[in-house]
C-alpha cells in the first residue's frame, strides 16, 4: 500500500493544455467502437457537449414538485434534451419508445430518503439495460460516506459488467451533508471514480478551483443542477462549469421546477452548445414564457 505520510499536494494541473485523443468524447479514444457509440448518444459530436435532463429523483425520494406525473410533465421535454436520466421503471412507464434522447439509467439504489443515503447495492442488470437500449448507466459512488467501499466495489462491479458489452457507466459523486464542497474533495472524489473505471462522472460546480477539478479528471465531468436556483443564476452556474472545463449539465429541479420547463431547457442547451452567455440565455427563458402564457 502506498505510504501516505509526506503526500504532496497537487499543484500543477495543465488547465490550457487540451486532453489528448482525438475522439469527441474525453478519455474514450480506446474504448471499442460499440461503447463510443453509445457515448455519441450522450456527447454530441459537433460540440463534444451533453445538456442531459435528470429525472430520476423518486427512486429515494418519491414523488416531488414538478415529479408528479412523469407521462405527462417530463415526457414532453425529452425531445429537446440530449440524454435523460431515469430509472428503468420510469423509462418502461412513460417514455415514449421513440425518444431520440441517450437513455442513462439509475443503477443504483436501496435506502430512501428515511434511511442512510449511502446503504447502497447495484439495482439494475446489464441485461436489463441493454434490452431497454440504454446509452449508459449511472451509479452513486459515496467518498468519505459510511459505505464508501461499498459503493467503490459496486461501481466497479459496474465498470466490469459494462466493458463486457459497450455499455458506459456514468459515476455520480454524492455528497454527504457533513462533507466540504470544496475543490479539494471533488478532485479526490471524480479522480476515484474515473480512476475506478467510469466512463463519465457527474459532480457539483464550486466557485473557486473548479477547473482544478475537471482538467485532473481524465473523462468528461457533467455537472450536476443541484437545488432549485433562479433561471439566471442556474444559467450562470452551467456557462462557468462550461469555460472551466465540464463537457456538460445534468439538470432536474433547475428544469422541471421552473416556472418554464421548456424554456430553461432551451435557454441551457444555448448555453452548453451554442457558447450563449447567461444573460443571452436568460432572455431565451423570457421569451418562451412570455410566448407561453398568450
Same mark, same amino acid.
Given at each position: 500500500?502506498?505510504?501516505?505520510?509526506?503526500l #504532496?499536494?497537487?499543484?500543477d494541473?495543465?488547465?490550457?493544455?487540451?486532453?489528448?485523443?482525438?475522439?469527441?468524447?474525453?478519455?474514450?479514444?480506446?474504448?471499442?467502437?460499440?461503447?463510443?457509440?453509445?457515448? =455519441?448518444?450522450?456527447?454530441?459530436?459537433?460540440?463534444?457537449?451533453?445538456?442531459?435532463l435528470?429525472?430520476?429523483?423518486?427512486y429515494f425520494?418519491g414523488?416531488?414538485?414538478?415529479?408528479?406525473? #412523469?407521462?405527462?410533465?417530463?415526457?414532453?421535454?425529452t425531445p429537446a434534451?440530449?440524454?435523460i436520466?431515469?430509472?428503468?421503471?420510469?423509462?418502461?412507464?412513460?417514455?415514449?419508445?421513440?425518444?431520440?434522447?441517450?437513455?442513462?439509467?439509475r443503477?443504483?439504489?436501496g435506502?430512501?430518503?428515511?434511511? %442512510?443515503?449511502?446503504?447502497?447495492?447495484?439495482?439494475?442488470?446489464?441485461?436489463?439495460?441493454?434490452?431497454l437500449?440504454?446509452?449508459?448507466?449511472?451509479i452513486?459512488?459515496?467518498?468519505g460516506?459510511e459505505?464508501?467501499?461499498? =459503493?467503490?466495489?459496486?461501481?466497479?462491479a459496474?465498470?466490469?459488467?459494462?466493458?463486457?458489452?459497450?455499455?458506459?457507466? #456514468?459515476?455520480?459523486?454524492?455528497?454527504?451533508k457533513?462533507?466540504?464542497?470544496?475543490?479539494?474533495?471533488?478532485?479526490?472524489?471524480?479522480?476515484? =471514480?474515473? %480512476?475506478?473505471?467510469?466512463?463519465?462522472v457527474?459532480t457539483?460546480?464550486?466557485?473557486?478551483?473548479?477547473?482544478?477539478?475537471?482538467? =485532473?479528471c481524465?473523462v468528461?465531468?457533467i455537472?450536476?443542477?443541484?437545488k432549485?436556483?433562479?433561471?439566471?443564476?442556474?444559467l450562470?452556474?452551467?456557462y462557468?462549469?462550461?469555460?472551466?472545463?465540464?463537457?456538460?449539465?445534468?439538470?432536474?429541479?433547475?428544469?422541471?421546477?421552473?416556472?418554464n420547463?421548456?424554456?430553461? #431547457?432551451?435557454?441551457?442547451?444555448g448555453v452548453?452548445h451554442?457558447?450563449?452567455?447567461?444573460? %443571452?440565455?436568460y432572455?431565451?427563458f423570457?421569451?418562451?414564457?412570455?410566448?407561453a402564457?398568450?
Open positions: 500500500m502506498a505510504d501516505t505520510d509526506g #504532496l499536494d497537487a499543484r494541473f495543465g488547465t490550457s493544455e487540451p486532453a489528448a485523443g482525438g475522439f469527441h468524447v474525453k478519455g474514450a479514444h480506446g474504448q471499442d467502437w460499440g461503447l463510443r457509440n453509445r457515448l =455519441s448518444r450522450i456527447f454530441r459530436p459537433d460540440t463534444g457537449r451533453t445538456v442531459m435528470a429525472f430520476d429523483h423518486g425520494v414523488p416531488m414538485a414538478g415529479l408528479e406525473r #412523469l407521462d405527462t410533465r417530463i415526457a414532453p421535454l434534451a440530449d440524454a436520466m431515469m430509472t428503468r421503471g420510469a423509462l418502461r412507464t412513460s417514455i415514449p419508445a421513440t425518444t431520440g434522447a441517450g437513455i442513462v439509467l443503477a443504483s439504489g435506502p430512501s430518503i428515511l434511511r %442512510e443515503l449511502s446503504d447502497e447495492h447495484i439495482a439494475l442488470d446489464m441485461e436489463d439495460a441493454l434490452r437500449n440504454a446509452a449508459a448507466v449511472a452513486q459512488v459515496f467518498i460516506g459505505h464508501e467501499s461499498r =459503493s467503490v466495489a459496486n461501481l466497479a459496474l465498470v466490469d459488467a459494462g466493458q463486457r458489452h459497450g455499455v458506459a457507466v #456514468l459515476g455520480v459523486t454524492a455528497v454527504g457533513d462533507m466540504v464542497r470544496d475543490a479539494r474533495y471533488f478532485r479526490l472524489a471524480t479522480r476515484i =471514480s474515473a %480512476e475506478m473505471g467510469a466512463h463519465i457527474k457539483y460546480y464550486v466557485e473557486e478551483g473548479f477547473e482544478t477539478v475537471t482538467a =485532473s481524465p468528461p465531468i455537472v450536476a443542477g443541484g432549485k436556483l433562479p433561471e439566471l443564476d442556474a450562470t452556474m452551467a462557468r462549469s462550461i469555460q472551466e472545463g465540464a463537457a456538460g449539465v445534468d439538470m432536474g429541479r433547475n428544469i422541471f421546477q421552473s416556472e420547463p421548456a424554456g430553461m #431547457l432551451a435557454a441551457v442547451r452548453v451554442d457558447g450563449l452567455k447567461p444573460e %443571452e440565455a432572455e431565451i423570457q421569451e418562451k414564457t412570455a410566448g402564457a398568450i
